[in-house]
């Protein structure tokens, strides 16, 4: 079984396990190939199997970088990589050697996911102090420090769970597509809602931001990433730069370390 070393250069598939997707990068030492797939814990390793070569239409990955924030995936993950590669993968952990240093009450606790993004964030913009923004199931705030320390940051329900919440929690309402109204004051219900949950996340969202930079000796540099990214960021002028594929970026960083 091929085992390769961090410094190769070789084609990379770099799984990143969310609650909600699983987003999957093939990385061709130039641009990354990218799918998402809904997280199913019940799926096999052969089922996976499948999928990958399915998805990478006859390339092959000759290393595999793993994070993942749903345990019972990621002994499936390893299994698929070796039954079907021949790879065995680097699964991350807050033990995996980093380029930052983890300085929080409870490190193995941290999503792994919150870490990778920092790594990306740390190589690809050279800023300090930084914070990254991911919106996903949950929305988490993290903050790397001017010594490249990892401080802590805030997590609250991501935009679409909040949705999801709001419509089974009241009958008489229903879900509704998340774009931005044409006005704060919406004239029907679906408006109504829009402008609340949009414009409602945008005002958390830059309050989080304004009390964590209030916190920070400098003004630090602030990346968005995640799947609602789009919709969000470009309203809030705290925010320097949107980077959808940060994660995986932070896993290839992770592996070639």
């Not at 598939?13 to 699983?22: E, F, K, P, R, S």
């Not at 792994?112 to 949950?138: C, E, K, M, S």
């Not at 409602?200 to 003004?219: A, K, N």
């Amino acid at each position: 079984m091929a085992i390769c070393h961090r410094d190769c250069r070789m084609p990379l598939l770099a799984i990143d396990v969310g609650n909600t997707q699983l987003h999957i990068g093939y990385w061709d030492a130039e641009q990354w190939a990218t799918w998402r797939v809904h997280t199913e814990p019940a799926r096999t390793a052969d089922e996976y199997g499948v999928l990958f070569q399915h998805w990478l239409a006859g390339r092959t990955p000759q290393q595999i970088v793993i994070g993942s924030v749903v345990p019972r995936i990621t002994e499936t993950l390893r299994m698929s990589s070796q039954l079907y590669f021949d790879v065995e993968p680097l699964v991350v952990t807050s033990q995996t050697p980093m380029p930052i240093t983890i300085d929080v009450d409870a490190p193995d606790k941290v999503g792994i996911d919150r870490l990778i993004n920092l790594v990306g964030a740390h190589h690809q913009y050279q800023q300090r102090p930084l914070v990254v923004v991911d919106f996903g199931t949950a929305t988490t705030f993290d903050v790397l420090s001017v010594n490249h320390v990892f401080i802590g940051g805030a997590i609250t329900a991501g935009l679409k769970t909040t949705v999801e919440a709001l419509a089974g929690g009241a009958a008489n309402l229903f879900n509704i597509d998340l774009v931005v109204p044409p006005q704060p004051i919406g004239r029907n219900t679906t408006h109504a809602l829009q402008s609340g949950l949009v414009w409602g996340y945008v005002g958390l969202v830059e309050g989080l931001l304004t009390r964590i930079t209030q916190e920070l000796e400098e003004m630090p540099y602030i990346v968005a990433t995640g799947g609602l990214a789009p919709l969000v960021a470009g309203h809030i002028p705290l925010i320097g730069s949107t980077a959808p594929l940060l994660t995986l970026d932070g896993l290839r960083y992770l592996q070639l370390a």
